[in-house]
């Protein structure tokens, strides 16, 4: 192992409205493959009502919009919410000839709409970043009218996802990774459901109904082979950026192990297939 320690920082790499949201677009087709069935089983449950007035929040490239504005039919109307403008520029070309879909680039902890307030808010991994989530949510609470709905899915424990305990068992083979604060912004703030009850309370929302959706995840996405696999961990996620800049060393030792790794999880016709868990939550304003 190299000495070089990992920053939290590193770790993060959450600036969605620069690196992050950039690094996404790189890989989009690939992450929105991987998370493709959750995004699918959180719709279901959203249930969304034609007429009904929609945010997405968080939307990345506008898939789950697309979705959303599908649902909703011609007298809904759906806007995307997101703070990376690579990514809305992306989403706004996929929703031409949707008129029932907007999108709007800012920070939701923070943006004051200029709308009446919507029926429901959906959010398929892009609640957990806010800085200071109980304002941010007292924010969300405000866009939803009374008795509005929220549905979001969020990440369970890391250790209740083998597909980044086992990453980050690798990338820790080689470089000092220090365990972040569990409630730091990223993608598992929210795996203390506890915490996320308090946020939403005090934010005006009702108790939560919560429910686990485990399965698999095509790491790189359906089909992707091993070797596929370990270059999109090593382009996209934080533990590649902190493995490069340890060495080229560091870097290519660590891919043969990725390598293996993902060959180990690799089904012929599917790809490298890792267990997950999610919580799927909803809650009404």
Known sequence: MTSAAATPEQLKGEDWAGEQGR??????????????????????????????????????????????????????AVLGLDISPDLIDLARARAQGHANLRFVCADAATVTLDD?????????FGSMFFADPHAAFANLHRMLKPGGRIDLAIWAAPRDNPWMMELMG???????????????????????????????????????????????????????????????????????????????????????????????????GEGVMMRNKVWLLSAMA
Do not use: N
């Open 23 to 76: 690094k996404w677009l790189a890989h989009i087709d690939r992450f929105e493959g991987m998370i493709a069935p959750i995004g699918e089983a959180l719709l279901a449950r959203a249930a969304i009502a034609p007429g009904e007035r929609v945010i997405d929040l968080g939307c990345g490239g506008g898939l789950t919009s697309l979705a959303l504005a599908e649902a909703a039919g011609p007298d809904g």
């Open 170 to 268: 690798v990338a820790r083979a080689h470089v000092d990774i220090p365990s972040p604060d569990p409630r730091t912004p990223g993608p598992f703030a929210f795996a203390d459901l506890d915490y996320v009850r308090d946020i939403l309370a005090h934010a005006g929302f009702a108790a939560p109904a919560i429910e686990p959706l485990q399965g698999e995840q095509a790491i790189g996405g359906p089909g992707a082979l091993p070797e596929d696999a370990a270059d999109f961990a090593l382009a996209s996620m934080a533990i590649g950026r902190a493995l490069a800049e340890a060495g080229p060393e560091v870097l290519a030792s660590a891919r043969d192990d990725l390598l293996a790794l993902f060959t180990r999880h690799y089904r012929d």
């Open 116 to 124: 009446p307030p919507y029926d429901r808010l959906v959010s398929r």
